[in-house]
């Protein structure tokens, strides 16, 4: 029997056909086709390229993505960001109506009902589904530290690897072990690419991931069957090819050297640069300037507070929050500035003594030294 | 390792060891220097330690080095006296007035400063930079110089100016991601600390100790140079 179309699953829930080419313009605009090199160098050359044309055909013509969502060391605030999404929206669009088939956190069922689902659904779409993980994997003490159902994160995610045809980290957790990797690291929490080595595994970090980034992600894969150009650290660089500070809307004023001193002085309440409020802006890649938050009010900065850099690995660990990068991480302690001013200054008197016992002994009188002879 | 790995690496514990070095290093240059000693002078002073230290302050700190026609270094080599003098100026700028450097600074000592704007302390860097690379050109075109430079003095040379263009770069986002240049800068920086007290740059402590030397045997002579 042939499967049934994002399209007519769209109509059985009620999608109109004006509704359903609007939300292909959604989901065009949210995968950031136009910041696509190829896609718009072929439009640069060819005139107008048909994106959203693009967008209506896949969706008319290809199944729908299943998606199976797993949370281990996390504090579902992924999830949450995403559920705050306004509706009807794109997010809403792509995981609510068209996608996700097991979500730990938002469906109904709990314990070995909860268990059964999620082998039903990866068995029912085993070699198909997009696997999305939320939260760390503790390897520490051989993962006991996060059990669902009595089995460790990592068998679960492990065994949910295998049958995936992609794989999404979301959160920094996720992606690079987040906040319970922060010092001293008790679980020895691991993002998901240090576990899953066999495929590639696509990082969206940030604290919570932005969901449209998330859920863009997912969309780029239901239309084209790829996944996105990643960076270095397996990030979209779609989303996060820019930084913060790039992208800034206070970033004149770093140019101007206009700086916030305080979060109530004069310069906090021009909306002057964060910088020496601790601001991680030239450091950190993520789309929140342009994207923003709900529904594209504002994003922290915007609101007056620094980036924490939240979507860069290690960012709990990475000098405090309140501190300017230029700030040295380490700095010694007045007693090891004391003990090796001691030191260098013993190496110095000792020299120095050596020396001069030796003009000395050079200007002893010949006959002294003919005599010890 | 990735970058942001690197960057956390040159600003953390490389750049702790670093400032150990530099502080040991410049200890040990300082007792050196206070143990040479010197000579002596059994003759009466004829006049004040203290109006011959002030004096020679007065002149080589504060007036003679920016009345050219005074110094034998401009007659000599202009360009050693010019470009000699805009690096320190912009050196001195750029480490003390720039607002990355006074919150590192104060993160040190404790307290910070007022700093000048990043246009200016932009502008004098460029400056400094562009000194850099006129007072290595007349290294090797000044044939009195060119007797005068050896490794060390390259070394020196290069050990700065990788601090100074990487910091530029950085400031300017040129070329490299602000990460690669961040790391990079600091490197440079840990390098420099750790080069300093076997190098010649430490004149920035032992300049004043020859004034102060200088300005006392003026002064029991009571004579003014």
Same mark, same amino acid.
């Given at each position: 029997?042939?499967?049934?179309t994002?399209?007519?699953?769209?109509?059985?829930?009620?999608?109109?056909r004006?509704?359903?080419?609007?939300?292909c313009?959604?989901?065009?605009?949210?995968?950031?086709?136009?910041?696509?090199?190829?896609?718009?160098?072929?439009?640069?050359?060819?005139?107008?390229?048909?994106?959203?044309?693009?967008?209506?055909?896949a969706?008319e013509t290809?199944?729908?993505?299943?998606?199976?969502?797993?949370?281990?060391?996390?504090?579902?605030?992924?999830?949450?960001?995403?559920?705050?999404?306004q509706?009807?929206?794109?997010?809403?669009?792509?995981?609510?109506?068209?996608?996700?088939?097991?979500?730990?956190?938002?469906?109904?069922?709990?314990g070995f009902?909860?268990?059964?689902?999620?082998?039903?659904?990866?068995?029912?779409?085993?070699?198909?589904?997009?696997?999305?993980?939320?939260?760390?994997?503790?390897?520490?003490?051989?993962?006991?530290?996060?059990?669902?159902?009595?089995?460790?994160?990592?068998?679960?995610?492990?065994?949910?690897?295998?049958?995936?045809?992609?794989?999404?980290?979301?959160?920094?957790?996720?992606?690079?072990?987040?906040?319970?990797k922060?010092?001293?690291?008790?679980?020895?929490?691991?993002?998901?690419?240090?576990?899953?080595?066999d495929?590639?595994?696509?990082?969206?970090?940030?604290?919570?991931?932005?969901?449209?980034?998330?859920?863009?992600t997912?969309?780029?894969?239901?239309v084209f069957?790829?996944?996105?150009?990643?960076?270095?650290?397996?990030?979209?660089?779609?989303?996060?090819?820019?930084?913060?500070?790039?992208?800034?809307?206070?970033?004149?004023?770093?140019d101007?050297?206009?700086?916030a001193?305080?979060?109530?002085?004069?310069?906090?309440?021009?909306?002057?640069?964060?910088?020496?409020?601790?601001?991680?802006?030239?450091?950190?890649?993520?789309?929140?300037?342009?994207?923003?938050?709900?529904?594209?009010?504002?994003?922290?900065?915007?609101?007056?507070?620094?980036?924490?850099?939240?979507?860069?690995?290690?960012?709990?660990?990475?000098?405090?929050?309140?501190?300017?990068?230029?700030?040295?991480?380490?700095?010694?302690?007045?007693?090891?500035?004391?003990i090796?001013?001691?030191?260098?200054?013993?190496?110095?008197?000792?020299?120095?003594v050596?020396?001069?016992?030796?003009?000395?002994?050079?200007?002893?009188?010949?006959?002294?030294?003919?005599?010890?002879? | 390792m990735?970058?942001?790995?690197?960057?956390r690496?040159?600003?953390?514990? !490389? #750049?702790? %060891?670093? $400032? *150990?070095?530099?502080v040991?290093? &410049? /200890?040990?240059?300082? @007792?050196?220097?206070?143990?040479?000693?010197?000579?002596?002078?059994?003759?009466?002073?004829?006049?004040?330690?203290?109006v011959?230290?002030?004096?020679?302050?007065?002149?080589?700190?504060?007036?003679?080095?920016?009345?050219?026609?005074?110094?034998?270094?401009?007659?000599?080599?202009?360009?050693?006296?010019?470009?000699?003098?805009?690096?320190?100026?912009? !050196? #001195?700028? %750029?480490? $003390? *007035?720039?607002?990355?450097?006074? &919150? /590192?600074?104060?993160? @040190?000592?404790?307290?910070?400063?007022?700093?000048?704007?990043?246009?200016?302390?932009?502008?004098?860097?460029?400056?400094?930079i562009?000194?850099?690379?006129?007072?290595?050109?007349?290294?090797?075109?000044?044939?009195?110089?060119?007797?005068?430079?050896?490794?060390?003095?390259?070394?020196?040379?290069?050990?700065v100016?990788?601090?100074?263009?990487?910091?530029?770069?950085?400031?300017?986002?040129l070329?490299?991601r602000?990460?690669?240049?961040?790391?990079?800068?600091?490197?440079?920086?840990?390098?420099?600390?750790?080069?300093?007290?076997?190098?010649?740059i430490?004149?920035?402590?032992?300049?004043?100790?020859?004034r102060?030397?200088?300005?006392?045997?003026?002064?029991?002579?009571?004579?003014?140079?």
């Open positions: 029997m042939r499967e049934e994002i399209y007519e699953h769209l109509q059985r829930e009620g999608v109109s004006r509704e359903f080419i609007k939300y313009g959604m989901v065009a605009g949210a995968m950031g086709l136009w910041a696509t090199p190829v896609l718009s160098e072929s439009a640069r050359l060819f005139g107008n390229p048909d994106l959203i044309g693009e967008v209506i055909r969706l290809k199944p729908r993505l299943p998606i199976i969502w797993l949370e281990f060391q996390d504090c579902a605030g992924c999830t949450e960001a995403l559920t705050r999404s509706s009807p929206t794109f997010v809403d669009l792509v995981l609510n109506k068209i996608s996700i088939d097991y979500h730990e956190t938002l469906f109904a069922a709990a009902q909860a268990e059964e689902a999620r082998q039903r659904a990866m068995q029912a779409y085993a070699g198909r589904y997009v696997l999305v993980v939320e939260g760390s994997i503790p390897t520490g003490a051989r993962g006991v530290y996060c059990t669902v159902g009595g089995r460790s994160a990592v068998n679960i995610l492990k065994e949910a690897a295998a049958g995936a045809t992609a794989i999404i980290a979301t959160g920094n957790c996720a992606a690079f072990g987040g906040i319970p922060a010092k001293p690291d008790p679980t020895e929490a691991k993002g998901v690419w240090e576990i899953v080595t495929k590639p595994v696509v990082n969206i970090p940030g604290c919570p991931a932005i969901p449209e980034v998330t859920a863009g997912i969309a780029r894969f239901l069957g790829t996944l996105p150009e990643l960076d270095d650290l397996n990030r979209p660089k779609t989303f996060y090819g820019t930084t913060i500070h790039d992208q800034c809307l206070r970033r004149h004023f770093y101007a050297g206009k700086f001193g305080t979060f109530d002085d004069e310069g906090a309440r021009n909306g002057w640069c964060l910088y020496k409020l601790g601001c991680k802006g030239p450091t950190t890649y993520n789309a929140c300037p342009a994207i923003k938050w709900d529904g594209g009010l504002s994003f922290p900065i915007q609101s007056g507070h620094p980036c924490l850099g939240c979507s860069q690995p290690d960012f709990w660990d990475g000098g405090g929050f309140y501190q300017a990068q230029s700030v040295p991480l380490d700095r010694p302690t007045l007693e090891a500035v004391g090796a001013a001691g030191v260098g200054a013993l190496v110095g008197a000792g020299v120095a050596a020396n001069r016992s030796q003009k000395k002994r050079a200007n002893e009188p010949e006959a002294e030294t003919t005599g010890r002879d | 990735d970058w942001n790995s690197f960057l690496f040159v600003r953390g514990p !490389l #750049f702790e %060891v670093s $400032l *150990l070095v530099f040991a290093g &410049l /200890a040990y240059r300082l @007792l050196r220097v206070v143990t040479l000693g010197w000579a002596r002078n059994r003759a009466p002073a004829a006049g004040s330690r203290v011959g230290v002030g004096r020679s302050y007065a002149k080589g700190v504060i007036a003679w080095p920016f009345i050219p026609w005074v110094k034998d270094t401009f007659r000599g080599n202009a360009v050693t006296y010019l470009a000699g003098g805009l690096f320190h100026l912009g !050196l #001195f700028v %750029v480490i $003390l *007035l720039g607002t990355a450097h006074m &919150l /590192a600074w104060k993160s @040190l000592l404790g307290f910070g400063w007022p700093t000048l704007s990043p246009s200016i302390v932009d502008f004098l860097a460029a400056g400094a562009v000194a850099m690379i006129a007072l290595l050109i007349n290294r090797f075109s000044h044939p009195v110089v060119r007797k005068l430079t050896g490794p060390a003095e390259l070394l020196n040379w290069l050990v100016f990788l601090a100074m263009v990487t910091g530029y770069m950085m400031t300017h986002h070329f490299f602000y990460e690669v240049l961040f790391g990079l800068h600091m490197v440079a920086v840990d390098v420099l600390l750790i080069w300093i007290p076997f190098s010649a430490p004149h920035f402590v032992f300049y004043f100790f020859s102060t030397i200088h300005g006392v045997e003026h002064g029991r002579r009571a004579v003014t140079p």
